[in-house]
């Protein structure tokens, strides 16, 4: 048996398959990783071929990631647990809609000393009202511990080796340095951090934030509008962060995972396409994911109904009248033109504060 550390990519979409372009050329590179990475990929058939034999013949992506070789140590594999079982180090990076069904099918078939890291933005709802973070469901699933990777990382970019900074979340230091070695490389800067909720908080919460960005940009309201969304945004997340997982640090939101990555989506990422044209055309989420993304899916709408799920059981709607506006507008409760009158009166604009000292 090798001494060194196997890592097994969980996932194959567009940002699944941009990591797995560094994780790839890392483990080639360093001595401490076995070079054999192996790529879970949900398997589905292109012009008559299977993606995983594209990927292993090609050593591209072709649905998700055209344009862009991935190193040929990655291995594509379509069965789960022949892809996981050996693993050290497990990479999450699926739609966060589908976890569960991973986590169930990796059960009691993986390491027992493995540990993970997961990339997926999103929650999922919990029973009594809640929600749950995605690292937490791994971590009770599969009983290993779990540390996130986010950030102002649109995959494409990445994968086109454009500069970009990302924030670990870990509670284990210990593995800092190993993370820190898998993931970093020279146009992908990595900060590690111990604030694990708040970072997971902050990937998931900015897709939210995003489709507001996105029906600004629909409605034509201009920069300044978006910039206010954007700012009542990143409120909104610092005081959810603050009432549900408290102990967390406000410095966290100055890492990449905070402003810089709420900043890039509700740029250049698909919530904000998608939720413009969702103005724009009048056609559904649904209609637009499947016209627009080719195969890619939307977080945002998701996880702005889970996030209302648990305020409406708390009766904490009006706390948060961004999110909730977001979350009517995506499921049709109200129109995207409400949304300016829905945070008009936001508990933002009723403050009268001496502003804390730097
Ligand atoms: N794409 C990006 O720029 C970034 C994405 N993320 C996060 O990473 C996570 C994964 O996103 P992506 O890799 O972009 O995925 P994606 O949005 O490209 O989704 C496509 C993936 O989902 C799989 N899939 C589709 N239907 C499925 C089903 N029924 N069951 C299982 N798998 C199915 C596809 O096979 C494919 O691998 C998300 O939480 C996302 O928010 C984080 C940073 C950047
Ligand atoms: O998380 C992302 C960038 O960091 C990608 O956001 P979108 O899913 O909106 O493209």
Redesign the pocket.
Known sequence: MSDKTRVCIV??????SAIAKIVGANCARLSNFDDRVTMYV?E?MIDGKKLTEIINTTHENVK?LPGHKLPSNVVAIPDIVEAAKEADILIF????Q?IRNFCSSLLGKIKPTAVAIS????FDIAEGGGIDLISHIITRHLKIPCSVLMGA???NEVAEEKFCETTIGSRDMKMAPTFRDLFQAHHFRVVVVDDVNAVEVCGALK?IVACGAGFVDGLGLGDNTKAAVIRLGLMEMIKFVDIFYPGSKLATFFESCGVADLITTCYGGRNRKVSEAFVKTGKSIKELEAEMLN???L?GPITAEEVNFMLKNKQMEDKFPLFTAIHKICSGTIQAKDLIDCIRNHPEHMKITHVAKL
Do not use: T
């Not at 996932?11 to 699944?16: A, L, Q, V």
């Not at 990339?119 to 999103?122: S, T």
């Open positions: 996932g194959s979409g567009n940002w699944g949900y589905e998700y990076v699926v739609p966060h589908f990339l997926i933005k999103g990382n649109l995959a897709n195969g890619q899916k977080q």
